[in-house]
């Protein structure tokens, strides 16, 4: 599969918006290239608003989690924020029973959280 298929990076006005086009992320399906993709997004461009757009996706491996705290410490280095959003209530779990709801915000569609992170300074 094309990686503009597995992983698709926008933007509406300074925020950038990042989403898939599987149902399934795991090691074997698209893991890498989104890691590829977003490590570069982050060191090329440092993007100060991004947001993590879940819609569509049904299920994800633990390494995901693994990729998003990464994301989010790179983005924290410079200062820039990172939100969820459209994640399942099967995904919505995950996160509880590892305590990463602490660090992340979530809202229920893309909309929303693009909307919340216009009101957050950088």
Do not use: C, H
């Not at 993709?37 to 757009?53: H, M």
């Amino acid at each position: 599969m094309d990686v503009k298929q597995i992983i698709q990076i926008t933007t509406d006005g300074d925020v950038t918006i990042v989403s898939f086009g599987l149902e399934t992320i795991t090691g074997l399906s698209g893991l890498e290239q989104i890691n590829e993709r977003l490590r570069a997004l982050i060191a090329d461009d440092q993007p100060g608003k991004i947001v993590v757009d879940f819609d569509g996706v049904k299920f994800f491996s633990s390494q995901v989690l693994g990729l998003l705290v990464d994301v989010w410490r790179r983005l924290s280095d410079y200062g820039g924020i990172m939100l969820i959003s459209g994640i399942n209530p099967q995904l919505n779990r995950v996160f509880k029973i590892t305590n990463l709801d602490k660090i992340f915000e979530f809202y229920p569609d893309r909309a929303s959280a693009v909307k919340a992170m216009r009101q957050k300074k950088l």
